[in-house]
């Protein structure tokens, strides 16, 4: 069992930056892929960024040059930094981890950003 807790979500104005955390309950970046998701209201859970089982990183062409995740081995946590942020960027954040092994999927409990005037 992985349990992810995310923080450091909140309300920026359009342009601004915010950075989420993604701590793991355990050292799992050996066999998990992790990546951040997002769902806006009345829309479906989307793909906002993740590592690929190569270690690659992968973005959402909506936040391409904009967003950038990393990872701190150590730490055990995951990281998306948000900047020159939008009104559509306005979302629930998720952390999701994959099992690459069993395939089993961790969720976090999501953190709220908004971006707002």
């Known amino acids: 069992q992985v349990q992810l807790v995310e923080s450091g979500g909140g309300l920026v104005q359009p342009g601004g930056s915010l950075g989420l955390s993604c701590a793991a309950s355990k050292n799992i970046f050996s066999i998990y892929a992790m990546g951040w998701y997002r769902q806006a209201p009345g829309k479906q859970r989307e793909l906002v960024a993740d590592?690929?089982?190569?270690?690659?990183?992968n973005y959402a062409d909506s936040v391409k040059g904009r967003f950038t995740i990393s990872r701190d081995n150590v730490k055990n946590t995951v990281y998306l930094q948000m900047n020159s942020l939008k009104p559509d960027d306005t979302a629930v954040y998720y952390c999701?981890?994959?099992?690459?092994?069993?395939?089993?999927?961790?969720w976090g409990q999501g953190t709220q950003v908004t971006v707002s005037s």
């Open positions: 590592f690929t089982r190569g270690g690659n990183t």
């Open positions: 999701n981890a994959v099992n690459i092994v069993t395939g089993a999927v961790y």
